[in-house]
């Protein structure tokens, strides 16, 4: 009977592979574009990420000035909550409306 291993025990075996053998990370070609992205269209870039690089890619939604607007709003709308319980009011909901309701309601009586 073998002898229980803990849960991150590994063998050398698994370690190595399936196989025993390591694998070995890719090498880069030598050659230009051996390492651009499948969908480049020149294939004439020394790395991966020189290719990417050159695509121009944006890839934070901090960038897109739609993501900023619905932020803004949303903060704007949470600072409005916010002042309204500290007023004392109880807005039905977090949303602009639900507060403005609720404004109106304390104005009113």
Do not use: F
């Not at 050159?54 to 709308?77: C, F, H, V």
């Not at 002042?83 to 404004?103: F, M, N, Y």
């Amino acid at each position: 009977m073998a002898a229980a291993r803990s849960a991150g025990a590994r063998s050398k075996a698994a370690h190595a592979g399936a196989n025993g053998a390591a694998k070995a990370a890719p090498q880069a070609t030598g050659s230009a574009g051996g390492r651009c992205s499948s969908s480049c269209p020149t294939k004439d870039h020394k790395s991966w990420g020189e290719c990417v690089r050159s695509k121009g890619l944006q890839l934070s939604p901090a960038i897109n000035d739609s993501y900023g607007t619905r932020q803004k709003t949303w903060d704007k709308e949470l600072d409005s909550y916010e002042s309204a319980v500290r007023q004392g009011l109880e807005p039905a909901g977090t949303k602009q409306k639900h507060i403005d309701a609720a404004i109106r309601e304390a104005d009113s009586g």
